[in-house]
């Protein structure tokens, strides 16, 4: 069974700082992994999606990365806005099932 | 806790029928739910937002006679695919949360396949 766990629950940066949010999922047999933002009260809201053959997406400020092997995304935020204070959630796609798991997600707060 | 359930998980159908999916939340009361459609290789996209006791709110370019939700009771929403076609093959997806609680429990999908 899939099982995806993010890292740090929860986070708080000053404004223009540079961050790293984590991933990890248990089983590689993935179809993709994708990025999530939740706020509060509204629907999710995709960011990126690697496929299961690809290493990295890029998408304005922000750059996710998957190692397949060793179980592992990274989403990468580059000079942080007030703005971008949300949840992040990463899911893996199982690979035939096309079931997605989602970790818990990472609470963002960027200070001004 | 706090899970939340689809039923079923996978369907084949012929084109021109319906087809009903299920959401639920097992263990706690979802005031608002919501449903996603994810296409093969592209992202999950909102389809819309279902508050318990109301009629749903429906995002741009989905269509509200076309994709029927019911939210009836604190613990399960419907979605009903109507007269389903090829082009509505995709991956379902909901989730549910309380009045008051900003977390989203997502459920395992449904993965629709129209012949």
């Known amino acids: 069974k899939q099982e995806v766990t993010q890292i740090p629950a929860a986070l708080s940066v000053p404004e223009g700082e540079n961050l790293v949010l984590n991933c990890s999922f248990t089983?590689?047999?993935?179809?993709?992994l994708q990025w999530f933002r939740q706020d509060p009260g509204k629907g999710l809201t995709s960011l990126l999606l690697?496929?299961?053959?690809?290493r990295e997406q890029t998408s304005g400020r922000l750059n996710a990365s998957l190692d397949k092997s060793s179980g592992r995304s990274t989403l990468y935020i580059a000079a942080s806005q007030p703005g971008d204070s949300a949840t992040y959630l990463c899911?893996?796609?199982?690979?035939?099932?096309?079931?997605?798991?989602f970790g818990k997600g990472t609470k963002l707060s960027v200070i001004p | 806790g706090a899970v939340v359930s689809q039923h079923p998980s996978r369907v084949i159908c012929k084109s021109g029928t319906s087809v009903k999916i299920e959401c639920r939340s097992l263990?706690?009361?979802?005031?608002?739910m919501f449903w996603y459609r994810q296409f093969p290789k592209k992202s999950l996209m909102l389809m819309a937002t279902?508050?318990?006791?109301?009629?749903?709110?429906?995002e741009q370019g989905v269509e509200k006679d076309k994709f029927l939700i019911n939210h009836a009771s604190l613990t399960l929403s419907t979605l009903t695919v109507t007269s389903a076609h090829p082009e509505d093959s995709s991956f379902y997806i909901c989730?549910?949360?309380?009045?008051?609680?900003?977390?989203?429990?997502f459920g395992p999908g449904t993965r629709l396949l129209v012949l």
């Open positions: 989730s549910a949360a309380n009045r008051g609680q900003e977390t989203q429990y």
């Open positions: 263990d706690f009361q979802a005031t608002t």
């Open positions: 690697i496929q299961s053959s690809q």
């Open positions: 279902s508050n318990e006791g109301s009629k749903a709110t429906y």
């Open positions: 089983d590689s047999a993935i179809y993709n």
């Open positions: 899911a893996a796609c199982g690979a035939g099932s096309y079931q997605l798991t």
